[in-house]
Each structure stands twice: as C-alpha cells, then as structure tokens.
T-cell receptor, first 113, second 113 residues
Framework: QQQVKQSPQSLIVQKGGISIINCAYE??????FPWYQQFPGKGPALLIA?????SEKKEGRFTISFNKSAKQFSLHIMDSQPGDSATYFC????????????FGAGTRLTVKP | DSGVTQTPKHLITATGQRVTLRCSPR?????VYWYQQSLDQGLQFLIQ???????AKGNILERFSAQQFPDLHSELNLSSLELGDSALYFC????????????FGSGTRLTVV
C-alpha cells in the first residue's frame, strides 16, 4: 500500500533556519502532490499542493519543489518558526481521481527557539 | 473547524468490547475515508466509502467494519477490541474526482484497557 517514501522521520531546526522534507513516489500515474500539516491532537490539514506541470510552488514561507524525472518532491519551510513544529505528511494521487491518495509516513518537525 | 465532524473525541473501553465511531463529512463531500494513526505512526488507510457504497479497502482488520448512510455520515465499527487497537482514528472527506485534497476531522482517540 505504501507507495510514497518520506524522509527524514524527524527533524530539529533552529528558529530562522530552513526545514527540508523529502518524498519519493513510485506510481508514474500520480500527478497531484499535497502536503499536510498535523498539530498534536488535531487532524492533518492541507498545507500546499503541486502538480507536475510546474517545478516549484510557493505559498508564503512554504515551497514545494518537484522533480518529475526523479519522481521526487520536497517541502521547504523558510525562516522556520516554533509555531511550525508539527508532523508533516506528503501524499500523492491522480489529479483526476483522488480516491487512491497515498500518504508518506510523516516527519516530526521541531523548531527550537 | 474543518467541517468534518467526528464523535466521540475520546473513548476508553475494555478489551473484547465493541465501539462505534461516527463521522459527518463536510457539506457536499460524497467520499469518506477512515484512517488509523497509532502512536508515532503514519496514516494507515482503512476504508473508503463513496455515496453509500464501499469503494476501496486498505489494511482493515476483519474485526472492523464501516458503512456510509444515506445522509452521507459514516460509522466505523470496531469489535473484539485488543490493546493494539488503541490509536487515533481519523475520518476524512473529499469531493470526488479531480484535484481535491482530503479534509480531515479532529479524530477519535481510542484507548483500549
């Protein structure tokens, strides 16, 4: 069932630093790649998503980089803040059929003040 | 508030018992997904319903079952509970079809003692 590999499992970054989380997928039919952010005791929430027609998408301090040939995508959090401390999940699915979305195992990010 | 409502928020029960978790999807969403998240684990897909019909099955135990009712709310039934079933159970909903992420509820924390 797991077709999306996510790393690292955990990440500690100093305030103001850059957090980078990487994901790799196997199924070349996937063409929709969302990232979810989950705070303790809460459900995951959609953070940002990308499609393969662009190599990068930026929303505020959050950027997705996408490498179609390598079947990899990554989340960059610029100027990381303690409030960004959460678990981040990458996911992948088909854009025209989101019924089979596969999630990565998650990365627990801790941003130290 | 994500628009996906899960009840109860917390549930403590004994081994061997049966419980029912309830999920009301976001207005307009026809698909409901159930996920299990054990301590420090990723999201394990259990089952998906679309407009009342089972659409996909993941790693769901035979002791677990689900259904989606005509008003689109869904219930996940867990029976013969074991200590290892203790986990967070999330429901997510989505608009079926193109390019939509999932909207997650806040989850039900199940503790089996």
């Amino acid at each position: 069932q797991q077709q999306v590999k996510q790393s690292p499992q955990s990440l500690i970054v100093q305030k103001g630093g850059i957090s980078i989380i990487n994901c790799a997928y196997e199924n070349t039919a996937f063409d929709y790649f969302p990232w979810y952010q989950q705070f303790p005791g809460k459900g995951p929430a959609l953070l940002i998503a990308i499609r393969p027609d662009v190599s990068e998408k930026k929303e505020g301090r959050f950027t997705i980089s996408f490498n179609k040939s390598a079947k990899q995508f990554s989340l960059h959090i610029m100027d990381s803040q303690p409030g960004d401390s959460a678990t981040y999940f990458c996911a992948a699915s088909r854009f025209d059929n989101n019924n089979d979305m596969r999630f990565g195992a998650g990365t627990r990010l801790t941003v130290k003040p | 508030d994500s628009g996906v409502t899960q009840t109860p928020k917390h549930l403590i029960t004994a081994t061997g018992q049966r419980v029912t978790l309830r999920c009301s999807p976001r207005s307009g969403d026809l698909s409901v997904y159930w996920y299990q998240q054990s301590l420090d684990q990723g999201l394990q897909f259990l089952i998906q319903y679309y407009n009342g019909e089972e659409r996909a099955k993941g790693n769901i135990l035979e002791r677990f079952s689900a259904q989606q009712f005509p008003d689109l709310h869904s219930e996940l039934n867990l029976s013969s509970l074991e200590l290892g079933d203790s986990a967070l159970y999330f429901c997510a909903s989505s608009v079926d079809g193109a390019g939509y992420g999932y909207t997650f509820g806040s989850g039900t924390r199940l503790t089996v003692v």
